[in-house]
Every structure is written in C-alpha cells, then in structure tokens.
T-cell receptor
Framework: GQNIDQPTEMTATEGAIVQINCTYQ??????LFWYQQHAGEAPTFLSY????GLEEKGRFSSFLSRSKGYSYLLLKELQMKDSASYLC???????????FGAGTRLAVHP | GAGVSQTPSNKVTEKGKYVELRCDPI?????LYWYRQSLGQGPEFLIY????????DSGLPNDRFFAVRPEGSVSTLKIQRTERGDSAVYLC???????????FGPGTRLLVL
C-alpha cells in the first residue's frame, strides 16, 4: 500500500519560519512534489525533488531524503497569504501518478 | 488557454442521476489526469490519459465512473447512477508530457443529494 503522513495542522507567526514534514512509504518512487492549496481553490505547484538535498526557490525550500522516506517544506518570512493547505505528493510510474498526503493546514497569525 | 479550466464549477444532483464533468487542459498538454478530493483530504488519483487513450484507470472507484478524451484535448468524466458518497471536488490536471509537472484546474464541486 501507499502511505504518506504529514501533520494535520500547524500555526505560525507572520515573519517567522515554519517547517512542514512529510514521511512516505510507497511502492515505487520517482520524486516528491509539494503543492499549495488555498481553501476552495486548485492546488498550485511549489516544488519538486528527485535527488536528495535541498532545493531553494525564493521564500520556499524543499528537502528530500530518499533513504529515510522523508521530505520537508520550509517557508521563510511568513506572510498572512501563506495561510493554506500544503500537500505532499509522491510521484509513481513514468507518468507522474501522484499519491497525495491529506495535507497540512497552516494558519499564519499576525 | 492560460490554465486548466473545468465546468461546471458546481453541480448539485439527485441520487441516481447521471452527471458529466468537463476539463479543458492547457493548450498543447498531452497528459491529462483526473483526481477526486474529499473534504479534509488530499486529491485521490482516478485516471490518466496520454493523448486520447486512458493509460491508467486504476483509480476509478467502480464501473459507474468513466472518462473519455476523444480528440486528445478536452476530457469528460462521466458518473452514472450517482450516490451520496460521490460528493467531492473533482480536479483535473494536465502536463506537457508524462513525467512533467501537473497543473490543476479549479475543480468541480459535486454534491449528490
């Protein structure tokens, strides 16, 4: 079976840094995606990791350890607009079949 | 188009009815995916098209669900004899090719009464 775990909810303060963890156990692995989803909207692409290590993109960074089945999304200089759900997804197969975690709801407070 | 579009944005139907949900992918994208998202959950894979053919329909819950993409662009997800448990947001995504990043549409919110 496929299992992807991430915390259900997190809270953080505007201007702070938050790390959202994701662990996975899947049959097969091509890479790991992070998507952001505001309430009632479509998921939007944030990052993609294939190799171990840290990928940095502006205020957002994503880390992957394939041997540990672990990833995290790091959000710096938090803004109120970062309040959203963050979805971790493992890519399977040659065509990126995505298996999603349940998502982490992040609330950013002033 | 500029992004993936889906129609209708909302659909309310009665148990037992038939519904069709439409997806217009990003122009030129050959890969198209359907997902279903229940409240508080992540999207769940339903079916993947490469061109006109359904390359993987392993996520379709049962034979009441069917999807087509006759010309390799627009896709329609069809649900027969709807049940209350079918209520969810149905998301469509497209990508430039197998293995490339998927871009999602806004979804169709289906409510079966």
């Amino acid at each position: 079976g496929q299992n992807i775990d991430q915390p259900t909810e997190m809270t953080a303060t505007e201007g702070a840094i938050v790390q959202i963890n994701c662990t996975y156990q899947t049959s097969g692995f091509n890479g790991l995606f992070w998507y952001q989803q505001h309430a009632g909207e479509a998921p939007t692409f944030l990052s993609y990791n294939v190799l171990d290590g840290l990928e940095e993109k502006g205020r957002f960074s994503s880390f992957l350890s394939r041997s540990k089945g672990y990833s995290y999304l790091l959000l710096k200089e938090l803004q109120m607009k970062d309040s959203a759900s963050y979805l971790c997804a493992v890519s399977l197969g040659g065509y990126n079949k995505l298996i999603f975690g349940a998502g982490t709801r992040l609330a950013v407070h002033p | 188009g500029a992004g993936v579009s889906q129609t209708p944005s909302n659909k309310v139907t009665e148990k037992g009815k038939y519904v069709e949900l439409r997806c217009d992918p990003i122009s030129g994208h050959t890969a198209l995916y359907w997902y279903r998202q229940s409240l508080g959950q992540g999207p769940e894979f339903l079916i993947y098209f490469q061109g006109t053919g359904a390359a993987d329909d392993s996520g379709l819950p049962n034979d009441r669900f069917f999807a087509v993409r006759p010309e390799g662009s627009v896709s329609t997800l069809k649900i027969q004899r709807t049940e209350r448990g079918d209520s969810a947001v149905y998301l469509c995504a497209s990508s430039g090719g197998a293995g490339e990043t998927q871009y999602f549409g806004p979804g169709t919110r289906l409510l079966v009464l």
